[in-house]
């Protein structure tokens, strides 16, 4: 599954096409290397957001099959590895 998609799915990120640009901007690394939208992610890979003040690094523990998943389940996705506070020049 596509990084953009499973960030969507997964609700990290509201929109796929945000998440596109979270992409292009370089704001997405995957396993420490920044990813492009349609970068494969896998059971196990670490998925790191660089937002304007939070670093959030999370841990992928299951892709789903299909592109549509239930808010309830959304959670279950991922496991949040750290989730800290930055300071914006960073």
Do not use: H, W
């Not at 998440?19 to 492009?36: H, L, M, P, T």
């Amino acid at each position: 599954m596509r990084v953009d998609v499973f960030l969507k799915l997964s609700r990290l990120i509201p929109r796929r096409s945000l998440a596109q640009e979270f992409c292009d901007a370089g704001r997405i690394d995957v396993n420490g290397i920044s990813a492009k939208s349609a970068k494969e992610i896998n059971t196990g890979d670490l998925i790191t957001i660089k937002r304007r003040d939070r670093k959030t690094v999370v841990r992928v523990r299951s892709v789903p099959e299909k592109k549509q998943l239930s808010r309830e389940f959304a959670a279950d996705l991922y496991t949040i590895v750290s989730d800290e506070a930055i300071d914006e020049l960073s």
